[in-house]
């Protein structure tokens, strides 16, 4: 495996991550506005997926960035931080 192999790896990884939250974000607030679907054993199962894998890392941010009033933007400096590090990451990877 070359370098290049590596960072493209992480790069798809990153990408991947970033789809899982914001599917996350944007099912969450569908719910919020009242978008609630009758009871389905395959939409649970994706819920629980999607906050097993997201909630970790969002409530990081969470802890030190309070909501301003019922607006949360901790998820989008959260995906900023993801960005930039994973990019400076890649970066460095690929040399």
């Known amino acids: 495996m070359t370098r290049d ?6 790069s798809a990884l990153l990408r991947v991550y970033v789809i899982l939250i914001i599917a996350y974000i ?4 569908l719910f919020a506005f009242g978008a609630r679907p009758g009871y389905y ?9 999607l906050r097993d894998v997201s909630e970790p890392y969002l409530r990081l941010f969470r802890r030190f960035i309070p909501p301003l009033g019922p ?7 959260a995906l900023l931080v ?13 040399g």
């Open 26 to 29: 944007v099912i969450n607030l």
């Open 82 to 94: 993801l960005q930039i590090v994973g990019g400076i990451i890649i970066g460095a990877i690929r």
């Open 41 to 49: 054993r395959w939409l649970d199962a994706v819920m629980g997926f």
């Open 5 to 10: 192999d590596i960072a493209d790896f992480l």
């Open 71 to 77: 607006i949360d933007i901790s998820p989008i400096i």
